[in-house]
């Protein structure tokens, strides 16, 4: 960002009423001029102008000019009074008047934490100029990740980990991935489902909303453009919104192998993409089930979005379509996970094999907190107004009902700021992305003039939304659970940079959030009902073993409602399968019979297709299931499992008002998985703040995190390409007798064992450079470099390591591992010794070593 925004916003003023081109500018100067060109048509209020200027200015004096802003006192712009009312110092100058920023911070606190809480402001207002900016790692990127992605560094240890874990998945398996926000989770699941289409196919990236749709097609597009640039006007969302023929052409192109990437919602994967995405897993064509903001599978799955977890089904059943070699490879990601989501997970999305972990979860150390509780809801108000006025933009305000959203727009607007849209689960797509460009600022990388500044939003918006810049979010309610309440906050300092959270409460909300966090989970008796005499007794006998049921039937006694009926069975049959009582695989299509004519056979499967969203086949897996005792019994269990998980959450949200210890610690128990620690941070917090300014001074952590170091998951392979050269032995030496021979045989048979399924190569024989060439031919296997002679410690799989062309002695590295029997294709010049072994060379030592022309004869 440019340090002369003052200089910019002072000519932007002197020009007034020209003003009103952004070209050149960027940051809180192209929102001002956005403004000021706006105050003519009412497009921005006075109130606009003025908090944009005053975030300017305070900016400016962080970084040490104090200079007086000199703003004409003109027809259209801010009065003089309306500047003082906003909460700048202000001097009246004839026709001008000169302003100064007066920093402020929320939420009043103990005399000994106002210091503290006016730096932490300080370095959001800074943003990018602030040294507080998290620091990733910039590890050096992978062969694989620089090919499909066009990055050149992962951004941490974290994503680099998880990225080789997902890229080197083997079919059927299923992955869990917490990775904290701002540490790339998009790109890793990008990347591994592209290298795995590299030659055809398609994998579904399920998302909970349409905004997060909409910027997951607007970054696949960005992305794909590099190589590709037809595919910035590709379709990649499937939405409601889209026309009947755009629907189909996705259809088409999923099933013929071309669409490559899809994005959906649950409701789209069960229903309208169902069929298309089964022919494409027959086919071979399904390579990956992503699933975004995986928390929601428990969450939202339990109540009113049963399809996150009725996915599970249309799971199993494409991996039984697909065949073991070919199955679909299932991804879970979300930046924070619980416990219990983590058993959700791997009860729905794993079964009968075992999900890996891949846990680097960091607490972000963006944001700081501040909390306000107040009496009632007229100085909730009133302090939220100031908030909104005086903290940094672009912001978010978090309300908990549509109604309050409509309410707080016409409350802003009353005060002078029009520069406000809103977001809630009443939005239709195009205004969900007329806010989206509107805020951002454009789409698609074309920048267009910015219209919004604040985003008023319940918590149907934000989830996976990527504007980098977001400097304050604001909750002017309860949020019902701790996960919400986190979650929203990470939508600030997405680009690193530090973020304010303010939270503020009134007594009220207490029992609005209770009411938001009960969720609607079917009684035992009733499920019951629905179960036997709704579904069971109405099933069509047939000849298998498992039971059709139409998940639209219901008892009798129960008036007509096609969706009301649906969702609760979907639920049923959800609980069922968590307490294992039954396993659900979507409906087989009907075989042919013997002697039927073509027009029977085709009405037949026709009938078969349109009725197939509403039937499942069902196993029971429990033999006491239809005893209504035992059914009840297990149903209660897991109604009880999902209470107490949700009454915990509101719990811990209504400890943190309390504001007893710091916010860390109490994040990091909800947030810890059996075995797995989430690593704390705060920048501030109001246990902290009472202790005064961090021990290391301003514009320091007062905890810093340990960066998270995950393993590589690791998965049963079976990738010795030239195990009939070393039936015996994990390990295989490999030399060249001449420099002839190596330069004509190493990088071609390296080349074979990567296209054989061999993704780890390191040693000081090779560089980045030719490991870069081994990608190229590579198809859809991951390369996977060790560039610091880490990896040849760490994996258990094959790794291919290659010596210097002349090596009087084996590396140590290579020679350690070849002595434990991991597996290793140890690749050296026919001279070098055993380092155990003076004077004698490997080849005698190792009882299977070969010339590398011989190797390559063998695949």
Same mark, same amino acid.
């Given at each position: 960002?440019?340090?002369?925004?003052?200089?910019?916003?002072?000519?932007?003023?002197?020009?007034?009423?020209?003003?009103?081109?952004?070209?050149?500018?960027?940051?809180?100067?192209?929102?001002?001029?956005?403004?000021?060109?706006?105050?003519?048509?009412?497009?921005?209020?006075?109130?606009?102008?003025?908090?944009?200027?005053?975030?300017?200015?305070?900016?400016?004096?962080?970084?040490?000019?104090?200079?007086?802003?000199?703003?004409?006192?003109?027809?259209?712009?801010?009065?003089?009074?309306?500047?003082?009312?906003?909460?700048?110092?202000?001097?009246?100058?004839?026709?001008?008047?000169?302003?100064?920023?007066?920093?402020?911070?929320?939420?009043?606190?103990?005399?000994?934490?106002?210091?503290?809480?006016?730096?932490?402001?300080?370095?959001?207002?800074?943003?990018?100029?602030?040294?507080?900016?998290?620091?990733?790692?910039?590890?050096?990127?992978?062969?694989?990740?620089?090919?499909?992605?066009?990055?050149?560094?992962?951004?941490?240890?974290?994503?680099?980990?998880?990225?080789?874990?997902?890229?080197?998945?083997?079919?059927?398996?299923?992955?869990?991935?917490?990775?904290?926000?701002?540490?790339?989770? $998009?790109?890793?699941?990008? +990347? /591994?489902? !592209?290298? *795995?289409?590299?030659? %055809?196919?398609?994998?579904? #990236? @399920?998302?909970?909303?349409?905004?997060?749709?909409?910027?997951?097609?607007?970054?696949?597009?960005?992305?794909?453009?590099?190589?590709?640039?037809?595919?910035?006007?590709?379709?990649?969302?499937?939405?409601?919104?889209?026309?009947?023929?755009?629907?189909?052409?996705?259809?088409?192109?999923?099933?013929?192998?071309?669409?490559?990437?899809?994005?959906?919602?649950?409701?789209?994967? $069960?229903?309208?993409?169902? +069929? /298309?995405? !089964?022919? *494409?897993?027959?086919? %071979?064509?399904?390579?990956? #089930? @992503?699933?975004?903001?995986?928390?929601?599978?428990?969450?939202?799955?339990?109540?009113?979005?049963?399809?996150?977890?009725?996915?599970?089904?249309?799971?199993?059943?494409?991996?039984?379509?697909?065949?073991?070699?070919?199955?679909?490879?299932?991804?879970?990601?979300?930046?924070?996970?619980?416990?219990?989501?983590?058993?959700?997970?791997?009860?729905?999305?794993?079964?009968?094999?075992?999900?890996?972990?891949?846990? /680097?979860?960091?607490?972000?150390?963006?944001?700081?907190?501040?909390?306000?509780?107040?009496?009632?809801?007229?100085?909730?108000?009133?302090?939220?107004?100031?908030?909104?006025?005086?903290?940094?933009?672009?912001?978010?305000?978090?309300?908990?009902?549509?109604?309050?959203?409509?309410?707080?727009?016409?409350?802003?607007?009353?005060?002078?700021?029009?520069?406000?849209?809103?977001?809630?689960?009443?939005?239709?797509?195009?205004?969900?992305?007329?806010?989206?460009?509107?805020?951002?600022?454009?789409?698609?990388?074309?920048?267009?003039?910015?219209?919004?500044?604040?985003?008023?939003?319940?918590?149907?918006?934000?989830?996976?939304?990527?504007?980098?810049?977001?400097?304050?979010?604001?909750?002017?309610?309860?949020?019902?659970?701790?996960?919400?309440?986190?979650?929203?906050?990470?939508?600030?300092?997405?680009?690193?940079?530090?973020?304010?959270?303010?939270?503020?409460?009134?007594?009220?909300?207490?029992?609005?959030?209770?009411?938001?966090?009960?969720?609607?989970?079917?009684?035992?008796?009733?499920?019951?009902?629905?179960?036997?005499?709704?579904?069971?007794?109405?099933?069509?006998?047939?000849?298998?073993?498992?039971?059709?049921?139409?998940?639209?039937?219901?008892?009798?006694?129960?008036?007509?409602?096609?969706?009301?009926?649906?969702?609760?069975?979907?639920?049923?049959?959800?609980?069922?399968?968590?307490?294992?009582?039954?396993?659900?695989?979507?409906?087989?299509?009907?075989?042919?019979?013997?002697?039927?004519?073509?027009?029977?056979?085709?009405?037949?499967?026709?009938?078969?297709?349109?009725?197939?969203?509403?039937?499942?086949?069902?196993?029971?897996?429990?033999?006491?299931?239809?005893?209504?005792?035992?059914?009840?019994?297990?149903?209660?269990?897991?109604?009880?499992?999902?209470?107490?998980?949700?009454?915990?959450?509101?719990?811990?949200?209504?400890?943190?008002?309390?504001?007893?210890?710091?916010?860390?610690?109490?994040?990091?128990?909800?947030?810890?998985?059996?075995?797995?620690?989430?690593?704390?941070?705060?920048?501030?917090?109001?246990?902290?703040?009472?202790?005064?300014?961090?021990?290391?001074?301003?514009?320091?952590?007062?905890?810093?995190?340990?960066?998270?170091?995950?393993?590589?998951?690791?998965?049963?392979?079976?990738?010795?390409?030239?195990?009939?050269?070393?039936?015996?032995?994990?390990?295989?030496?490999?030399?060249?007798?001449?420099?002839?021979?190596?330069?004509?045989?190493?990088?071609?048979?390296?080349?074979?064992?990567?296209?054989?399924?061999?993704?780890?190569?390191?040693?000081?024989?090779?560089?980045?450079?030719?490991?870069?060439?081994?990608?190229?031919?590579?198809?859809?296997?991951?390369?996977?470099?060790?560039?610091?002679?880490?990896?040849?410690?760490?994996?258990?799989?094959?790794?291919?390591?290659?010596?210097?062309?002349?090596?009087?002695?084996?590396?140590?590295?290579?020679?350690?591992?070849?002595?434990?029997?991991?597996?290793?294709?140890?690749?050296?010049?026919?001279?070098?010794?055993?380092?155990?072994?003076?004077?004698?060379?490997?080849?005698?030592?190792?009882?299977?070593?070969?010339?590398?022309?011989?190797?390559?004869?063998?695949?």
């Amino acid at each position: 960002m440019s340090t002369d925004e003052w200089g910019q916003a002072r000519r932007l003023f002197a020009a007034w009423p020209a003003a009103g081109g952004t070209a050149g500018q960027a940051g809180t100067v192209r929102r001002l001029g956005d403004a000021m060109a706006g105050l003519g048509n009412g497009d921005s209020g006075w109130r606009d102008v003025v908090t944009l200027t005053h975030q300017i200015l305070l900016r400016a004096q962080a970084l040490g000019n104090t200079n007086a802003l000199p703003v004409p006192l003109r027809a259209g712009l801010p009065t003089r009074e309306q500047w003082r009312e906003a909460g700048l110092d202000v001097v009246f100058d004839g026709e001008r008047v000169l302003l100064r920023g007066v920093p402020w911070a929320p939420a009043q606190e103990c005399a000994a934490a106002e210091k503290a809480a006016l730096d932490q402001v300080r370095h959001a207002v800074l943003g990018t100029d602030s040294p507080m900016r998290r620091a990733l790692d910039n590890t050096p990127a992978d062969p694989f990740w620089t090919q499909v992605s066009g990055y050149h560094h992962y951004l941490s240890r974290g994503q680099q980990q998880a990225a080789r874990s997902l890229a080197m998945m083997p079919p059927g398996e299923t992955a869990v991935v917490c990775l904290p926000t701002g540490h790339g989770k $998009t790109p890793v699941a990008l +990347a /591994a489902c !592209l290298l *795995a289409g590299a030659h %055809g196919g398609v994998s579904v #990236l @399920v998302v909970p909303t349409v905004v997060l749709a909409i910027d997951m097609e607007r970054r696949i597009r960005s992305l794909l453009a590099r190589s590709t640039p037809e595919a910035k006007q590709r379709r990649y969302a499937y939405v409601g919104s889209l026309d009947a023929d755009a629907k189909q052409q996705i259809r088409d192109d999923i099933v013929s192998g071309r669409q490559g990437l899809v994005v959906a919602s649950p409701e789209a994967v $069960t229903m309208g993409l169902q +069929a /298309a995405l !089964l022919e *494409a897993a027959s086919a %071979g064509h399904l390579h990956f #089930l @992503v699933l975004d903001e995986a928390h929601l599978v428990e969450q939202w799955g339990n109540d009113f979005r049963t399809a996150f977890q009725s996915l599970a089904a249309q799971r199993r059943n494409w991996i039984s379509a697909a065949g073991p070699r070919r199955a679909p490879r299932t991804v879970a990601m979300s930046a924070t996970l619980t416990q219990q989501q983590v058993n959700t997970l791997e009860s729905l999305f794993a079964r009968p094999r075992q999900a890996k972990l891949v846990w /680097a979860s960091e607490l972000r150390q963006e944001p700081a907190y501040f909390i306000d509780s107040f009496p009632g809801e007229e100085e909730r108000t009133e302090a939220v107004l100031e908030a909104v006025t005086r903290l940094p933009k672009p912001m978010v305000l978090y309300v908990a009902r549509r109604e309050d959203a409509r309410r707080w727009v016409q409350h802003l607007r009353e005060a002078g700021l029009h520069r406000v849209a809103t977001v809630h689960g009443d939005s239709t797509e195009d205004e969900r992305r007329t806010a989206l460009t509107g805020w951002a600022g454009g789409s698609n990388d074309t920048p267009a003039a910015t219209q919004f500044d604040v985003i008023v939003g319940t918590s149907a918006f934000g989830l996976g939304v990527d504007l980098t810049d977001v400097r304050t979010v604001i909750h002017a309610c309860l949020p019902e659970t701790v996960d919400r309440y986190y979650q929203e906050v990470g939508r600030g300092g997405r680009d690193g940079s530090p973020s304010l959270a303010y939270l503020a409460t009134t007594v009220a909300d207490r029992g609005i959030a209770q009411s938001l966090n009960r969720q609607k989970l079917i009684s035992a008796p009733t499920a019951w009902e629905r179960w036997w005499e709704g579904m069971f007794l109405q099933r069509p006998r047939t000849d298998s073993d498992l039971y059709r049921l139409n998940m639209t039937h219901r008892p009798a006694r129960l008036a007509e409602g096609y969706k009301r009926h649906r969702s609760w069975n979907e639920q049923i049959l959800n609980f069922m399968v968590r307490a294992g009582l039954i396993e659900i695989l979507p409906p087989a299509p009907p075989q042919r019979t013997p002697g039927e004519d073509d027009q029977a056979w085709d009405r037949r499967l026709s009938a078969f297709y349109e009725a197939a969203p509403d039937l499942v086949d069902v196993d029971l897996k429990d033999g006491q299931t239809n005893n209504p005792a035992y059914f009840a019994d297990a149903i209660n269990r897991v109604r009880q499992d999902i209470k107490v998980a949700q009454d915990s959450a509101l719990q811990l949200m209504e400890q943190l008002l309390l504001r007893r210890r710091c916010l860390a610690d109490d994040l990091v128990d909800y947030y810890t998985v059996h075995g797995y620690f989430t690593m704390p941070a705060c920048r501030g917090c109001p246990s902290c703040r009472r202790q005064g300014l961090p021990p290391a001074g301003p514009g320091t952590l007062y905890r810093t995190p340990l960066s998270p170091d995950p393993d590589i998951a690791e998965w049963a392979r079976s990738d010795a390409p030239l195990h009939a050269l070393h039936p015996y032995s994990p390990s295989l030496c490999l030399y060249w007798r001449s420099d002839d021979e190596r330069r004509t045989e190493l990088m071609p048979l390296l080349v074979r064992l990567a296209r054989a399924g061999v993704s780890y190569f390191g040693g000081p024989g090779l560089n980045p450079a030719q490991a870069c060439e081994i990608q190229e031919e590579a198809g859809s296997t991951a390369v996977v470099f060790d560039y610091d002679g880490s990896l040849v410690h760490e994996v258990r799989g094959l790794m291919v390591w290659v010596e210097k062309e002349v090596a009087a002695v084996v590396d140590v590295e290579a020679w350690t591992r070849l002595s434990e029997g991991e597996p290793v294709y140890l690749m050296h010049p026919e001279q070098a010794e055993d380092p155990e072994r003076p004077g004698r060379l490997l080849l005698d030592t190792h009882v299977t070593a070969l010339p590398l022309q011989h190797a390559r004869k063998g695949l």
